[in-house]
């Protein structure tokens, strides 16, 4: 953790926060980390928040042992049956977004519910809002989070910035249009057990999520669980891991996979991909060719793709692939010019934005002005006619362009922004790299 992680980590309850949850005879407070109790109880209220079944000891304890990064607020009712379960839950923790060129400080959120007992209270508003006017005094320019319910979060400014693909591939029909190097200039593949796969993911992970918008780090526990190297893993032994080695002998990709048997057609067996990491062009095409090519397969399932996929321009029958795309990775800036220094642009320009936020943390007017060497300064200033295009926007639709995934021209035709050049501010704020996650979080 960082001085600013650990800060935010043990940053005091906002005080807004607490008069709302106190007005309801409710009371909201951290969790202690080193208290086994007291985790397992929040724990047991976010299982069942998500419709989960009651976790085994062994869970609770591995969450325990891996969990205390995470910023855990609960919501307690004294007058319940259990009052010890919070009635709400809220976890949050600080990472680091990539954006277009560069990457931001971020804090990342999780574990969101409210119990069917104490809903239409605001106790979400409440909760959230005042988590990021905590986030935001802390010094993160940007929160974001992974949602279960789409429609929730718009209304705390929060805008899907990256998008994710599902692919289900017919392995007979797909064929192959990719690269098909010289065998003694190929890279070569290798199984690899699971401990080996986990050690190796993290260092291929920074170099992917360096290059990649939308990426952040990856949370703590979330390797182990991946490659089912936890204790309260379950059918982990039905996993299988393989590298690419490059010719000189780097190890440039990772793929972690399960199969599912057809009983009635052994041949038509499937393929679920669980992750693939490839830091180079040559590890990535190297891997698909590899599941594409196994026999007995029949289908290849993927989630959590880029919108974008190469793999699509190396498939010889495209409509081989059936892809639903999903709203994944939503982003909300809670500091402008934090945020929009942060990334890289690829036209100097200058263009006033009038941001208006519902919570009121990042309303205002700025000044963005781009040099050619991708750079940016942003200054507040009042609103004047001082002849540069002008922006209207909220900070949901500042949240979405922020990353490159979505052209300002297409919210404006769909009335989210105004501005009198739409096409101007596309291509100030277009990406050369389709912004997208791998996981959930």
């Given at each position: 953790?960082?001085?600013?992680?650990?800060?935010?980590?043990?940053?005091?309850?906002?005080?807004?926060?607490?008069?709302?949850?106190?007005?309801?005879?409710?009371?909201?407070?951290?969790?202690?980390?080193?208290?086994?109790?007291?985790?397992?109880?929040?724990?047991?209220?976010?299982?069942?928040?998500?419709?989960?079944?009651?976790?085994?000891?062994?869970?609770?304890?591995?969450?325990?042992?891996?969990?205390?990064?995470?910023?855990?607020?609960?919501?307690?009712?004294?007058?319940?049956?259990?009052?010890?379960?919070?009635?709400?839950?809220?976890?949050?923790?600080?990472?680091?977004?990539?954006?277009?060129?560069?990457?931001?400080?971020?804090?990342?959120?999780?574990?969101?519910?409210?119990?069917?007992?104490?809903?239409?209270?605001?106790?979400?508003?409440?909760?959230?809002?005042?988590?990021?006017?905590?986030?935001?005094?802390?010094?993160?320019?940007?929160?974001?989070?992974?949602?279960?319910?789409?429609?929730?979060?718009?209304?705390?400014?929060?805008?899907?910035?990256?998008?994710?693909?599902?692919?289900?591939?017919?392995?007979?029909?797909?064929?192959?249009?990719?690269?098909?190097?010289?065998?003694?200039?190929?890279?070569?593949?290798?199984f690899v057990t699971r401990d080996e796969?986990?050690?190796?993911?993290?260092?291929?992970?920074?170099?992917?999520?360096?290059?990649?918008?939308?990426?952040?780090?990856?949370?703590?526990?979330?390797?182990?669980?991946?490659?089912?190297?936890?204790?309260?893993?379950?059918?982990?032994?039905?996993?299988?891991?393989?590298?690419?080695?490059?010719?000189?002998?780097?190890?440039?990709?990772?793929?972690?996979?399960?199969?599912?048997?057809?009983?009635?057609?052994?041949?038509?067996?499937?393929?679920?991909?669980?992750?693939?990491?490839?830091?180079?062009?040559?590890a990535y095409a190297g891997l698909w060719?590899?599941?594409?090519?196994?026999?007995?397969?029949?289908?290849?399932?993927?989630?959590?793709?880029?919108?974008?996929?190469?793999?699509?321009?190396?498939?010889?029958?495209?409509?081989?692939?059936?892809?639903?795309?999903?709203?994944?990775?939503?982003?909300?800036?809670?500091?402008?010019?934090?945020?929009?220094?942060?990334?890289?642009?690829?036209?100097?320009?200058?263009?006033?934005?009038?941001?208006?936020?519902?919570?009121?943390?990042?309303?205002?007017?700025?000044?963005?002005?781009?040099?050619?060497?991708?750079?940016?300064?942003?200054?507040?200033?009042?609103?004047?006619?001082?002849?540069?295009?002008?922006?209207?926007?909220?900070?949901?639709?500042?949240?979405?362009?922020?990353?490159?995934?979505?052209?300002?021209?297409?919210?404006?035709?769909?009335?989210?922004?105004?501005?009198?050049?739409?096409?101007?501010?596309?291509?100030?704020?277009?990406?050369?790299?389709?912004?997208?996650?791998?996981?959930?979080?």
């Open positions: 953790m960082t001085d600013l992680d650990t800060s935010f980590h043990d940053a005091p309850i906002d005080p807004e926060l607490s008069a709302h949850v106190a007005a309801q005879r409710l009371d909201v407070r951290r969790v202690d980390d080193t208290s086994r109790a007291e985790v397992d109880a929040w724990l047991d209220a976010v299982s069942r928040g998500f419709l989960d079944g009651e976790r085994t000891d062994v869970q609770r304890q591995a969450f325990f042992d891996r969990g205390a990064y995470r910023r855990k607020l609960g919501v307690f009712d004294a007058g319940a049956v259990h009052a010890d379960v919070p009635v709400a839950t809220f976890a949050s923790w600080g990472t680091r977004l990539t954006v277009p060129g560069g990457a931001v400080p971020a804090c990342a959120i999780s574990s969101v519910t409210v119990a069917p007992t104490h809903r239409r209270r605001g106790l979400l508003r409440s909760v959230m809002a005042g988590e990021l006017r905590t986030a935001a005094a802390a010094g993160y320019p940007v929160a974001a989070l992974t949602v279960s319910e789409s429609g929730i979060y718009g209304r705390f400014g929060f805008a899907p910035a990256a998008s994710a693909a599902h692919w289900e591939i017919d392995v007979r029909r797909a064929g192959w249009r990719g690269p098909d190097p010289d065998p003694r200039e190929a890279g070569r593949i290798d796969g986990r050690a190796l993911a993290e260092g291929l992970h920074d170099r992917v999520r360096a290059a990649t918008p939308g990426e952040i780090d990856m949370p703590g526990g979330h390797w182990d669980r991946f490659f089912g190297t936890r204790p309260d893993a379950e059918k982990a032994e039905g996993l299988r891991v393989v590298q690419y080695r490059s010719p000189a002998g780097e190890v440039e990709g990772l793929a972690l996979y399960r199969v599912a048997e057809n009983h009635d057609d052994f041949a038509a067996s499937a393929i679920d991909l669980e992750l693939l990491l490839a830091a180079t062009d040559a060719r590899f599941f594409l090519s196994m026999d007995l397969i029949g289908t290849i399932r993927a989630g959590e793709l880029s919108v974008d996929e190469p793999l699509w321009w190396m498939i010889a029958d495209q409509r081989a692939a059936t892809i639903t795309v999903r709203d994944h990775q939503y982003v909300r800036v809670l500091d402008v010019a934090a945020a929009l220094q942060a990334r890289r642009y690829d036209v100097a320009d200058e263009v006033v934005l009038d941001v208006d936020d519902p919570l009121g943390i990042a309303s205002g007017t700025f000044t963005l002005r781009t040099a050619p060497d991708g750079t940016a300064r942003i200054e507040e200033t009042t609103p004047a006619d001082d002849g540069l295009l002008r922006v209207r926007l909220g900070v949901a639709e500042l949240s979405a362009i922020l990353l490159g995934g979505v052209s300002p021209s297409t919210l404006a035709r769909a009335g989210r922004l105004h501005t009198g050049d739409p096409s101007r501010l596309a291509r100030l704020f277009a990406g050369t790299v389709t912004p997208s996650l791998g996981f959930w979080y």
